[in-house]
């Protein structure tokens, strides 16, 4: 790209660059794709879709005029895609004299001897579109920065997100067709596998009967009273996730503990997937068995692709980058928050508590939307289940701050252990946990049994066969 490529009817883009610079661009590299369409068009239009080349991809502005001309043509049955019919197309849409008429479309097929360098010219092309992207992106960035009007912690969470959609990559239309295909592959391998699942699993056979498995794009509210075992919930699910549970391939997780340091997470994790009591390790009260299963422990869960962010009272705006970031890094399938009311939104802080949860709530919802992940976020209870009755059975209605939690998730776990309580028909059984699915946008809900071992903070499969209560 040189100052030479520059031609009379370049984009006004120019007008934006500074003095004296020309925004990159290489007219040949454009010449040579239009030249290469006009000879080969199924083929190069192939190649220049699969780069998601747009006119505005073109620099020069008679080269956006006959791109959008052939891509037109394309799409029209039985029309023919050569320099004759798009020079008619031109001349009915009165922009034949724009482009450089007959002639300059006839030099264009001229000056390119072979369609076979399709590929070179429009990775050229799209190198160049996206650099002048960036600069448009820096642009906006200093401008916005220069001005009050937006919070700095939202301002960088808009910027970050600006550049992040400049990867084709990043984009996710897709023909109706496609998805179509897609969901028929997916048909035919569930049919096959009889797993009965259609997302990630979550290692538990009855939760994921009921839930179907962990789905991208998903809300999922993990609710509780204090002590019942929602983060060692979570983290087992992680876990499950990042070991790839029920022979599904090992999935990476992002795990935002805003209570717990990475340390004692570990701790944790380790203590019980070697089944050791974290109370007899910190008395140094450990077999060599033990020991060994530890140090197994430790060899499967160093492995895990889990990714931990302790960064006490986060930003919503910061966890949303750095879910961001961690999705871009490492390809994770699954977010896990800790808890939603340790989270703070200082833009909406001064208009409650109330109103700074909900805004808190839908940047959850649009961070699984726009990952295309399921996210799990982990909510308080209010004392309303003990006020109301002996047993403390938690409803919908009992999460706590906001009732946009509620309706921005697309499933509502509510966790309990009847053992807390004495008046439950069930507390003689301290090892019994219930999971009341009491929301699920797309399936059913009710109650689902599991197993919790206190003296490891583990969940399991329920031994006998879980029913809806």
């Known amino acids: 790209m040189t100052p030479s490529d ?70 029209t049955p039985g029309a023919p895609v050569d320099y004759l019919a798009v020079a008619e197309r031109q001349r009915a849409r009165g922009q034949l004299e724009a482009v450089g ?32 992207g960036i600069i ?29 959609s400049l990867r084709p990559e990043s984009k996710k239309e897709k023909p109706w067709k496609d998805v179509i295909g897609s969901e ?32 991208p794009g998903e809300m999922i509210v993990l609710a509780a009273r204090p002590s019942m075992g929602k983060t060692s919930l979570a983290m087992n699910i992680a876990e499950n996730v990042a070991m790839g549970a029920r022979n599904l391939p090992p999935t990476g997780v992002a795990v935002f503990s805003l209570e717990m340091t990475p340390a004692a997470l ?63 890094k490492y390809g994770i399938g699954l977010v896990v928050i800790d808890y939603l009311q340790l989270m703070n939104y200082n833009k909406f802080a001064r208009d ?4 700074e949860t909900a805004a808190i709530s839908q940047m959850v919802k649009a961070l699984a939307t726009e990952l295309d992940v399921p996210v799990i976020v982990l909510s308080q209870l209010s004392r309303n289940p003990e006020m109301r009755e002996r047993n403390a059975v938690p409803r919908l209605s009992d999460l706590r701050d ?35 699915v009491a929301k699920q946008r797309n399936g059913a809900t009710g109650e689902v049994q599991l197993d ?4 490891f903070t583990r969940f399991g499969n329920r031994a006998t066969p879980a029913t809806d209560i």
Do not use: W
């Not at 960035?141 to 600006?162: G, K, R, Y």
């Not at 409650?352 to 109103?355: C, L």
């Open 6 to 75: 520059k031609t009379p009817d370049s984009s006004a883009s120019a007008r934006n660059a500074p003095a004296g610079r020309i925004p990159p661009h290489s007219a040949e590299a454009e010449r040579g794709l239009l030249g290469s369409l006009l000879l080969d068009p199924q083929n190069a239009l192939a190649i220049a879709e699969q780069a998601r080349l747009t006119k505005d991809s073109f620099f020069v502005n008679s080269h956006q005029l006959v791109y959008e001309a052939i891509v037109d043509l394309a799409a």
């Open 101 to 132: 008429g007959t002639e300059e479309l006839a030099r264009l097929v001229d000056a390119t001897p072979t369609a076979a360098h399709a590929q070179y010219y429009t990775d050229l092309v799209a190198d160049a579109a996206l650099r002048r």
């Open 136 to 164: 448009r992106a820096s642009d906006e960035a200093i401008s916005a920065s220069f001005s009050d009007e937006l919070d700095a912690n939202d301002l960088l969470a808009s910027v970050e997100q600006t550049f992040l």
């Open 184 to 215: 028929m592959r997916e048909i035919y391998r569930l049919v096959e596998e009889k797993k009965g699942i259609t997302g990630l699993s979550t290692g538990f056979v009855d939760l994921d009967q009921k839930l179907q498995g962990l789905h």
């Open 266 to 328: 570990a701790r944790r994790m380790l203590c019980g997937r070697a089944r050791v009591r974290g109370s007899d390790l910190v008395e140094g009260n450990v077999t060599n068995e033990q020991m060994i299963a530890l140090g197994r422990a430790a060899e499967e869960l160093a492995a895990a692709p889990i990714y931990v962010d302790n960064t006490p009272g986060m930003e919503a705006p910061a966890l949303m980058s750095s879910a961001r970031r961690a999705k871009l």
């Open 352 to 355: 409650g508590r109330q109103r």
């Open 402 to 436: 906001s009732g946009a939690i509620e309706q921005d998730a697309d499933v509502v776990l509510l966790l309990r252990r009847p053992c807390k309580y004495p008046s439950d028909k069930n507390s003689s059984d301290e090892r019994l946990a219930i999971v009341d």
């Open 452 to 455: 919790f071992d206190a003296a």
